[in-house]
């Protein structure tokens, strides 16, 4: 990092899941790499040599269905790449191991595409735009949109 934190940011998700192994296959694919294993009941997964930005575990959930919709809890964790090459690549890899997208926009501000993890859990992965190029009102308010985005053109650019 160059320069220190300035202020909070969000430092990891743990999920709960239902079958260990095949939840760090899933996010393995998302470029995370087991950093701590805890057995055969939970993980957490880096990136870039960070401790872990997820964790996951089955100490109150294995074998469990995914949760129920229409109740509070996790919308979607948002992954974020460093750039549109990046992020095309792995949406290659989630393709073809057989995930299906769920959505995708264009949210002026970034690039994202949707897709649930194999416990249910939303996944966001997205893209920033370079601040300069954000779109803004006439005040100079962030104008932040939810615009069809391109997949075949973003999977081009791999």
Same mark, same amino acid.
């Given at each position: 990092?160059?320069?220190?934190?300035?202020?909070? =940011?969000?430092?990891?998700?743990?999920?709960?899941?239902? &079958?260990?192994?095949?939840?760090?296959?899933?996010?393995?694919?998302?470029?995370?790499?087991?950093?701590? =294993?805890?057995?055969?009941? /939970?993980?957490?997964?880096? /990136?870039?040599?960070?401790?872990?930005?997820?964790?996951?575990?089955?100490?109150?959930?294995?074998?469990?269905?995914?949760?129920?919709?229409?109740? /509070?809890?996790?919308?979607?964790?948002?992954?974020?790449?460093?750039? =549109?090459?990046?992020?095309?690549?792995?949406?290659?890899?989630?393709? /073809?191991?057989?995930?299906?997208?769920?959505?995708?926009?264009?949210?002026?501000?970034?690039?994202?595409?949707?897709?649930?993890?194999?416990?249910?859990?939303?996944?966001?992965?997205?893209?920033?735009?370079?601040?300069?190029?954000?779109?803004?009102?006439?005040?100079?308010?962030?104008?932040?949109?939810?615009?069809?985005?391109?997949?075949?053109?973003?999977?081009? &650019? =791999?």
């Amino acid at each position: 990092m160059d320069k220190p934190l300035d202020g909070p =940011r969000i430092g990891h998700v743990h999920l709960k899941v239902a &079958d260990l192994e095949r939840a760090i296959a899933f996010y393995h694919l998302l470029g995370f790499e087991i950093t701590q =294993r805890y057995g055969p009941q /939970a993980a957490f997964m880096g /990136a870039d040599g960070y401790h872990h930005h997820i964790g996951l575990n089955t100490w109150e959930s294995k074998g469990a269905g995914p949760a129920p919709g229409g109740f /509070a809890g996790l919308y979607h964790l948002a992954v974020l790449y460093p750039d =549109r090459h990046a992020l095309a690549q792995v949406l290659g890899r989630v393709l /073809a191991a057989g995930h299906e997208l769920e959505g995708a926009a264009d949210h002026g501000v970034s690039e994202a595409v949707y897709l649930r993890d194999p416990d249910g859990n939303g996944v966001e992965l997205y893209c920033d735009r370079a601040p300069e190029d954000w779109p803004r009102d006439a005040a100079g308010a962030l104008k932040m949109g939810n615009a069809w985005l391109d997949v075949a053109a973003l999977l081009a &650019d =791999r």
